[in-house]
């Protein structure tokens, strides 16, 4: 019998198997001259906030290094009290966004303490080969890997738990996602070429969850991870999330929680979602600049109404607030945003502009 | 190349054969042995129950690769490949086991059920288990026979396996200055397999033959748990060892070895997606207690080439 705490890994499957029989040595692992280029250590900061960082490069290239701690943990997922066990990278859902520019190389260390039950990895969408990095980066329970890459490409890109098979998607609607954001090197432009610099920038992660009923229709809880499993996966199979929040928990960005600006700033939202397509709207704003896959090369769209985020991917809104009041930021499934979370709120303070909007006659009793 | 490849080889095989020598103790000392039978209150020994038809394994040579994975260095190499000398004999049930037999131990509430969308035939090996259901079931065979049923270690799955068992890093190409040459070989490698086996539909047991030995059904379409669990041994520039031990993870023997977490009972892919996973998960027993003791028969074992 396996105790309920024993130590247990994800699916130990072809990755890892590839992994043993790979014979690298450094050189191959190393590009020109990395050991002589600068290094910045970054602290990650939890969502919906980014860590502090410049939007031009001030200097040449540098590794930029990273650390993050894998938490398994039980993790509510609504106000009512519904749980489920997260797998978290550092402690949230979504993982902390990292920003490197376009040329950096990333270096994190992936530490995955012996109190955790299952294996992990990473596979960053912005990185090239080795599924991602997944195939040099799996780490069981008590052990921890760096891994380097260079981010050629500018853009947010998702990255995401991949240690094989059914562990792949169980890992993903778990909560082990988060962004990983290239700036080229001179700052983001306009279409027009022209520099765009935001005033903030907010990490909104989408997560569906699939959270298994019993028969009396209430949501179950399990004592582990791993006894959860089986029936996680016949629900992730029905396709029906019984939540879509941001940020890990419904709430987790209205009320005490919402984000905030003023008048004038320009804010950027960065969206990933791991697993599932959804469609954000700023109700009551736009999306003056947005990057709806998220890749910096290519020229935003403008004046957006709603854009796709496609599963598997972040994308990226600019917009300067230009009214105050409270904006409702929601996936524009509007039953996903009302009824299964997938709402946040931004208060906006300033001055009103009638120009651009006025009460010329409140409600009031039909006149004629 | 085939040059280079031979030297590549040699260079990583024969610091590892040492260092596999030089582990046994390591491994001895990290893993923890097999929960021995504990007494059910409920369940009682039961003469009449069918004991599984079973094939006595002789002492045996054979060549076996170490599924402990070893990194040396920060580098991944080639497990080493074993003459594993067993001196003694081995009991194994000529068939797998059946849904039916399954069956008996979830109606006494002992077993869970199998994880299967499709009805079980009674005849048709039990497949849709889990580690923890496969134990748990050799746990209920012992008491109701008052006999000693267990998983096989991988060990005596090559034992037993005879000429199915196939070197599961035998293709394995690797290069100093490229990891992706052992991933695409380690891929072809399978692929070819997949392509040479059997349909993935289930046939009453027994119908795939029998293997050299008389054990039926052996790296067919059925792949079954073993005790061993996951090790990693990690070496450092200075020749300092650790590892990492996992009893959650456990290899799975079949056409290709695998591993898997032990609360899976029906593997959806292989790694990240690529590979090539068992078709399906069941039972397979061995009678008696590891006389002599795993260990011993480990230290029989001495380094090959």
Redesign the interface.
């Given at each position: 019998?396996?105790t309920r705490r024993?130590?247990?890994?994800?699916?130990?499957?072809?990755?890892?198997?590839?992994?043993?029989?790979?014979?690298?040595?450094?050189?191959?692992m190393a590009a020109d001259n990395v050991d002589e280029m600068p290094r910045k250590k970054v602290k990650l900061v939890p969502p919906p906030f980014v860590h502090e960082h410049e939007q031009v490069a001030s200097g040449p290239p540098q590794v930029v290094e990273f650390e993050m701690t894998i938490q398994e943990k039980v993790w509510e997922v609504d106000d009512e009290g519904t749980t489920t066990h997260a797998m978290t990278y550092d402690g949230s859902v979504p993982g902390p966004m990292m920003v490197v520019h376009e040329g950096d190389y990333v270096e994190l260390t992936l530490i995955n303490p012996e109190s955790n039950?299952?294996?992990h990895n990473i596979?960053f969408h912005a990185s090239t080969?080795?599924?991602g990095g997944?195939?040099?980066t799996?780490v069981?329970?008590?052990?921890q890997c760096v891994l380097r890459f260079k981010a050629t490409r500018p853009g947010t890109f998702v990255y995401h738990c991949?240690?094989?098979?059914?562990?792949?998607p169980w890992h993903v609607v778990s909560g082990m996602s988060g962004t990983i954001m290239v700036l080229p090197r001179e700052g983001l432009k306009d279409d027009k070429g022209n520099p765009l610099r935001y005033d903030r920038v907010y990490n909104i992660g989408e997560n569906d969850f699939y959270i298994p009923r019993d028969e009396n229709g209430e949501y179950k809880t399990y004592e582990t991870v791993?006894?959860s499993?089986?029936d996680q996966i016949e629900t992730m199979r029905g396709l029906i999330p019984t939540h879509v929040v941001f940020n890990g928990k419904k709430g987790a960005l209205t009320g005490e929680n919402a984000l905030t600006a003023k008048v004038g700033e320009k804010v950027l939202f960065v969206h990933s979602q791991a697993n599932r397509d959804t469609r954000p709207h700023l109700i009551g704003g736009h999306g003056d600049y947005v990057w709806e896959t998220g890749k910096f090369n290519n020229a935003p769209e403008k004046d957006l109404e709603t854009w796709l985020i496609r599963g598997g991917s972040a994308g990226a809104a600019f917009y300067e607030f230009l009214q105050p009041g409270v904006y409702a930021y929601v996936n524009h499934n509007l039953i996903e945003a009302v009824e299964l979370g997938a709402t946040a709120h931004v208060l906006v303070e300033g001055d009103w502009d009638d120009d651009l909007m006025k009460q010329v006659k409140a409600p009031g009793p039909i006149s004629k | 190349m085939t040059a280079d490849r031979l030297k590549t080889a040699s260079s990583i095989f024969l610091p590892m054969a040492l260092l596999a020598g030089a582990s046994f103790w390591l491994i001895q000392s990290l893993t923890t042995p097999q929960q021995s039978t504990l007494p059910h209150p409920t369940i009682a020994t039961d003469t009449t129950i069918d004991t599984p038809a079973l094939v006595t394994i002789p002492p045996r040579n054979f060549e076996y690769r170490d599924p402990t994975r070893y990194i040396e260095n920060e580098l991944p190499q080639i497990s080493p490949l074993v003459h594993a000398k067993v001196q003694t004999q081995l009991e194994v049930t000529q068939d797998l086991v059946t849904n039916k037999q399954y069956r008996a131990c979830v109606v006494e509430g002992y077993c869970a059920p199998a994880i299967t969308v499709k009805t079980p035939i009674d005849d048709h090996p039990v497949v849709g288990i889990n580690y923890e259901m496969a134990a748990k079931y050799a746990e209920w065979l012992s008491i109701k026979t008052g006999d000693n049923w267990r998983l096989p270690t991988a060990l005596e799955w090559a034992q037993f396996a005879a000429e199915k068992y196939d070197d599961p890093e035998k293709d394995i190409q690797s290069d100093p200055n490229n990891p992706a040459v052992a991933w695409l070989s380690d891929y072809r490698a399978k692929s070819k397999s997949k392509g040479e086996a059997p349909r993935q539909s289930l046939r009453p047991v027994g119908l795939f033959g029998a293997n050299s030995l008389g054990v039926n059904d052996v790296a067919e379409n059925v792949w079954v748990w073993t005790s061993t669990c996951y090790e990693r041994i990690n070496v450092d520039a200075g020749g300092t060892k650790s590892s990492a031990t996992s009893c959650g993870a456990r290899v799975v023997e079949g056409a290709h070895r695998t591993y898997l977490s032990v609360f899976i009972s029906n593997p959806q892919g292989g790694g990240c997606t690529v590979g090539d996973p068992p078709s399906h998960l069941g039972i397979r027993l061995v009678k008696g207690a590891e006389q002599p003791s795993f260990w011993s028969l480990l230290r029989n074992l001495s380094p090959f080439g």
């Amino acid at each position: 019998m396996v105790t309920r705490r024993q130590t247990i890994f994800g699916a130990l499957g072809t990755a890892a198997a590839l992994t043993a029989v790979a014979n690298l040595t450094p050189q191959a692992m190393a590009a020109d001259n990395v050991d002589e280029m600068p290094r910045k250590k970054v602290k990650l900061v939890p969502p919906p906030f980014v860590h502090e960082h410049e939007q031009v490069a001030s200097g040449p290239p540098q590794v930029v290094e990273f650390e993050m701690t894998i938490q398994e943990k039980v993790w509510e997922v609504d106000d009512e009290g519904t749980t489920t066990h997260a797998m978290t990278y550092d402690g949230s859902v979504p993982g902390p966004m990292m920003v490197v520019h376009e040329g950096d190389y990333v270096e994190l260390t992936l530490i995955n303490p012996e109190s955790n039950e299952l294996l992990h990895n990473i596979d960053f969408h912005a990185s090239t080969g080795a599924l991602g990095g997944g195939a040099l980066t799996e780490v069981a329970p008590g052990e921890q890997c760096v891994l380097r890459f260079k981010a050629t490409r500018p853009g947010t890109f998702v990255y995401h738990c991949a240690p094989g098979g059914s562990m792949i998607p169980w890992h993903v609607v778990s909560g082990m996602s988060g962004t990983i954001m290239v700036l080229p090197r001179e700052g983001l432009k306009d279409d027009k070429g022209n520099p765009l610099r935001y005033d903030r920038v907010y990490n909104i992660g989408e997560n569906d969850f699939y959270i298994p009923r019993d028969e009396n229709g209430e949501y179950k809880t399990y004592e582990t991870v791993s006894e959860s499993f089986s029936d996680q996966i016949e629900t992730m199979r029905g396709l029906i999330p019984t939540h879509v929040v941001f940020n890990g928990k419904k709430g987790a960005l209205t009320g005490e929680n919402a984000l905030t600006a003023k008048v004038g700033e320009k804010v950027l939202f960065v969206h990933s979602q791991a697993n599932r397509d959804t469609r954000p709207h700023l109700i009551g704003g736009h999306g003056d600049y947005v990057w709806e896959t998220g890749k910096f090369n290519n020229a935003p769209e403008k004046d957006l109404e709603t854009w796709l985020i496609r599963g598997g991917s972040a994308g990226a809104a600019f917009y300067e607030f230009l009214q105050p009041g409270v904006y409702a930021y929601v996936n524009h499934n509007l039953i996903e945003a009302v009824e299964l979370g997938a709402t946040a709120h931004v208060l906006v303070e300033g001055d009103w502009d009638d120009d651009l909007m006025k009460q010329v006659k409140a409600p009031g009793p039909i006149s004629k | 190349m085939t040059a280079d490849r031979l030297k590549t080889a040699s260079s990583i095989f024969l610091p590892m054969a040492l260092l596999a020598g030089a582990s046994f103790w390591l491994i001895q000392s990290l893993t923890t042995p097999q929960q021995s039978t504990l007494p059910h209150p409920t369940i009682a020994t039961d003469t009449t129950i069918d004991t599984p038809a079973l094939v006595t394994i002789p002492p045996r040579n054979f060549e076996y690769r170490d599924p402990t994975r070893y990194i040396e260095n920060e580098l991944p190499q080639i497990s080493p490949l074993v003459h594993a000398k067993v001196q003694t004999q081995l009991e194994v049930t000529q068939d797998l086991v059946t849904n039916k037999q399954y069956r008996a131990c979830v109606v006494e509430g002992y077993c869970a059920p199998a994880i299967t969308v499709k009805t079980p035939i009674d005849d048709h090996p039990v497949v849709g288990i889990n580690y923890e259901m496969a134990a748990k079931y050799a746990e209920w065979l012992s008491i109701k026979t008052g006999d000693n049923w267990r998983l096989p270690t991988a060990l005596e799955w090559a034992q037993f396996a005879a000429e199915k068992y196939d070197d599961p890093e035998k293709d394995i190409q690797s290069d100093p200055n490229n990891p992706a040459v052992a991933w695409l070989s380690d891929y072809r490698a399978k692929s070819k397999s997949k392509g040479e086996a059997p349909r993935q539909s289930l046939r009453p047991v027994g119908l795939f033959g029998a293997n050299s030995l008389g054990v039926n059904d052996v790296a067919e379409n059925v792949w079954v748990w073993t005790s061993t669990c996951y090790e990693r041994i990690n070496v450092d520039a200075g020749g300092t060892k650790s590892s990492a031990t996992s009893c959650g993870a456990r290899v799975v023997e079949g056409a290709h070895r695998t591993y898997l977490s032990v609360f899976i009972s029906n593997p959806q892919g292989g790694g990240c997606t690529v590979g090539d996973p068992p078709s399906h998960l069941g039972i397979r027993l061995v009678k008696g207690a590891e006389q002599p003791s795993f260990w011993s028969l480990l230290r029989n074992l001495s380094p090959f080439g």
